[in-house]
Every structure is written in C-alpha cells, then in structure tokens.
C-alpha cells in the first residue's frame, strides 16, 4: 500500500489516474501471477493483540535475529540484514512515495521472506490495529498505553524526552546507520520516536470508514488511505519527522513500520473485497515522484535492487495469489 507523503504530494502524484481493465484471478494468460491459493494454504496476518504470549515473542525474538544477522544486499549504510531493508527502502523512495501504491506493499513479503530465515521464525504476518490502539487513545487521550508500545508484551514505548531516543522494550539503545534521510551514517545512531496524539487521530476509525465508501481506486486509496490513516501512523509515531517513523526516507528503521503497513495493505484489501471485480486489478498513478509522466500499468516492474526477485505491480494486487497467499484474521 501507499508509504507516506504529504497530502499535497498525493494530490500531485494522482492526477493521471485511470482504471485498469477489469480482470479476474483464472485469467491464465496474464504474464504476472493469477494462481489462487487455497484457503488451507493462505498465511493469516494477525492482529497484535490476537496473539498469544508465545506468538508475540517468537515474532520479535525472530525480528532481532535481523538485527544481529550481518548484510547481504551490497547496499549502502546497511550493516545488519534488517538494516538491508531499510536501505532498499531508502533507494526505492522516489518510485514508492506519492505514487501508485503495489510497489510498497512488497515491504511486508520481503520482510517475511528475510524474517523467516530467522531461528524460531514461522510465516507470521502481523499488523497493527489502529482500530484498537486509536479508539483508545479517542476516549482517554492516553494513545501511548496502546498494548504495541508496551515495554514488556510489545515494541517498548516513546522515546527519551532527551533526545527522542527508545529507552525501553525489545529495541531500548537499538542502534541504526542507514539514514537519516539520505545520508547514512557509519558511527551509527539511535531508533527514535515521538509519539504524537494529533497525528495519530488521523487513523480514528471514522476517517476509515469515510476512506472505505469511496469507490475510485485515486480518491480512495492514494488520497484517503495513503494521506490519513497511513500518514497517522507515521506520525502518530514519529512525531511527524522527529522520530523514525516520520523519515520519509528510512521510516522502516522502526520495526513498527512493518506492523503498521501490514495493517495498511489490509486496509487496501478490505477497500478492494467491496467490489472485487472492478477493484481487485484498479491502479492509477506515475511510477515516480517527481513525475515523469508515465503511468503504472500492471505490467510495470517493482525492482527490489537484488535484495529478492523482482516482481510486476500484478503480482502484487491480490493478496490470495500463490506469491502473496495470505489473508487476514478480521
């Protein structure tokens, strides 16, 4: 789904929008992947708090294996295996912000592909519930006791009012050298957040609802999903562009960046699955920002620079196809 931008880079980004043929998923001819999964064979992404004890610390202790795992991707600044994720991130800005969104939807499958060569890994796929964590926060303004940000069960929490630093959790004195923005930096720096209650009310669960009785793929999901409850998260976590998570450039330095877009994708899903036959193929967009003038089309390479193989925006558009095979628990 769509990673993040300003509302006005949205706007810029969408304005040659058009719909793509209405195909289904037995179209056997197509060059990219139309094989279904069946329903035994489908990986369920879980919500957080859906999780057992056991669940959640298998997933993290697997996530941290990331940490400690040394790079294999060449990239610049990376020096973990997560980290190489987080560079791939960084090079692919341009052609996956503010712009048609099934090239970033590749961050979760590449982050399970990378998380699942871990020791005690499975194929979990998680995401967080900003329908939980933000009616929460609505009624209590008190958004940072979110069950994810706890510093036992979950993530850990905000970061030190010294210097946005995470202090505490499974991540406390992490250490990133990808970023910030565009730079790296060898020395290595702290993973940051700033938890901001405003941001994070652009995830409230009226803003979604107005976001799923849209039915044109531009207005719905660039617009409405990518500028709202997409940008929230951010945000809501980053503190804007304080912390991690509001580096437009590095924001997967943050391993609730993963959770976050999963959640995302299922936002994108639930919008397709009103009307799976005009919207399960709907695409629109350049395929970069700054706009060069050429619009995606299914048939539009994403390049995930040797990380993993390549794949076309195809691919990617329907979430129980043998690549993806996935759903999710509600």
């Known amino acids: 789904m769509l990673l993040w931008e300003t509302f006005t880079l949205f706007l810029a980004a969408a304005t040659a929008v058009a719909a793509s043929p209405q195909y289904r ?8 992947n139309t094989t279904v999964c069946s329903e035994d064979q489908l990986d369920i992404s879980k919500e957080w708090t859906n999780m057992s004890s056991s669940e959640k610390t298998a997933y993290i202790t697997a996530e941290k294996c990331l940490w400690d795992l040394p790079t294999t991707s060449g990239l610049t600044g990376a020096t973990t295996r997560f980290e190489d994720l987080v560079a791939l991130h960084q090079n692919m800005t341009p052609t996956i912000h503010a712009v048609e969104s099934p090239g970033a939807i590749l961050a979760i499958p590449s982050f399970i592909h990378e998380i699942t060569q871990a020791p005690a890994a499975n194929r979990m796929q998680l995401h967080w519930t900003h329908d ?6 609505l009624l209590t303004c008190n958004y940072i006791n979110s069950p994810i940000l706890d510093a036992d069960t979950g993530f850990g929490g905000n970061g030190s009012s010294v210097d946005l630093c995470v202090v505490d959790g499974p991540f406390a004195n992490s250490t990133v050298h990808v970023g910030p923005s565009t730079s790296d930096t060898p020395e290595g720096y702290c993973l940051k957040r700033k938890v901001n209650e405003v941001f994070a009310a652009g995830a409230a669960q009226s803003v979604i609802d107005g976001c799923m009785n849209i039915t044109d793929y531009a207005n719905a999901c660039i617009w409405c999903i990518g500028a709202s409850p997409h940008t929230a998260g951010h945000g809501g976590i980053g503190g804007g562009v304080a912390g991690s998570m509001g580096d437009i450039y590095v924001s997967p330095n943050d391993p609730l960046f993963y959770l976050h877009h999963a ?14 036959e005009t919207r399960l193929y709907e695409i629109g967009g350049y395929t970069r920002y700054p706009s060069t003038g050429i619009n995606t089309t299914l048939d539009y390479e994403l390049d995930l620079l040797g990380l ?23």
Not at 132 to 137: K, V, W
């Open 25 to 32: 998923r037995d179209n056997t001819t197509s060059v990219w």
């Open 132 to 137: 939980a964590s933000l009616t929460f926060h």
């Open 263 to 276: 959640y995302i994708d299922r936002l994108w899903w639930k919008w397709q699955s009103a009307d799976i």
């Open 308 to 330: 993993w193989d390549n794949k076309v925006v195809g691919d990617v558009m329907d979430p129980h196809n043998s690549f993806l095979c996935m759903d999710y628990d509600y």
